[in-house]
C-alpha cells in the first residue's frame, strides 16, 4: 500500500518530465495539470510517462494533497493562478523548481565575484533567452559587462526541430517559446543599457563579434543550436570562464547532451554539474 501523500504536478513540459522521479521520493504523482489544451487530448498521455494530463479547472475533481509547480517559467504565474481558483497556498509546493532556480542563480553570484577583477573587458551571454527571467540575473550580477542575447523572438526554428525529431532527441514543434518579445526582454533588465539583442538564427546572429568572453548560459535546448554555441564561443572564452548549458541532464532535451558530449570528446572539456539538477558547466 502506498501511504505517501498524493500530488499532481503542474506542468507537462520537459521540466516538470525531468522532475517526475525526484518528486516520486515524496509523493505518489497521480497526474499533470496543464495550461495547453492539446495536451488535454492525449488520452494516454504515454509521451509524459502514463501520466494523465488534466484541465486545471479539474484539480476540484481529483483527490490529491499537494500540487508541485514544475515549470520555471511559470512558477509564480502558475502559483497566483492555483491561489486565484481558490487553492490553499499552503498545498502548492514550490520546492523542486525553487531549489533548481536558486542553485543556478547562486552559481551566477559567486561566478561574477570571482570576476570582478578579472579581464574587466570581458563580455557575458546568453543563446536561449526566451522571456528573459535569467537574463535578468546574468544582468544584475554583471552590471558592467556587455551582456549579448541570442533568440530567435519567435521561437524553436524549423530547421533544428526537424533534425531533433529525426534522431528522437525531442518532440517539440515549430515556434516553442515563441511567447516573448525583445521589449519584454529589455524591461526585465537591471542595467539594459549594456545589452546588445541579437535576434535571428543562431549562429547567424552572430556576425561580427569578436569579444572575449567570461560567462555563457546556453539555453537553446535543441542539438544543433547547442553544437554552433559551443563552437562559436568556446574559442572566445578567457582562461578560467564557464560555458553554462541549461536541460544537459533532461530527458526531454536529449540533442543537448547529444551535442555537449560530442562537442567535449573533441575538445577535452572539463565538464560540472552545478547542483541544480539540469545544467552542466564547462570550465574553459
Known sequence: MNDKPKA??????ATGKALLPMVRRKYEVIGYL???PIKWKKKSAEDIDNLPVHNPQMVFELAWDSVVIGTYVGLDPMTEQLVDMGIDRSKIDQSYISLAVNARVIFLENLSEMYEDIHPCASVAEGGVFQGDFAKEISRVFPNRKLYLFDTFSGFDERDVVFDKERNFSELGIGHFNITSEELVMSKLPHPEMAVIRKG?????????EDQFCFVNLDFDLYQPILAGLAFFYPRMIKGGVILVHEYFS???RGV???VDGFSKKNGLNLFPIGDGLSIGILC
Open 201 to 209: 538564427y543562431f549562429p547567424e546572429s552572430t556576425k561580427g563579434i
Open 34 to 36: 496543464d495550461n495547453d
Open 251 to 253: 530527458d526531454s532535451y
Open 257 to 259: 547532451k547529444e551535442a
Open 8 to 13: 499532481l504536478i503542474f506542468g507537462a513540459g
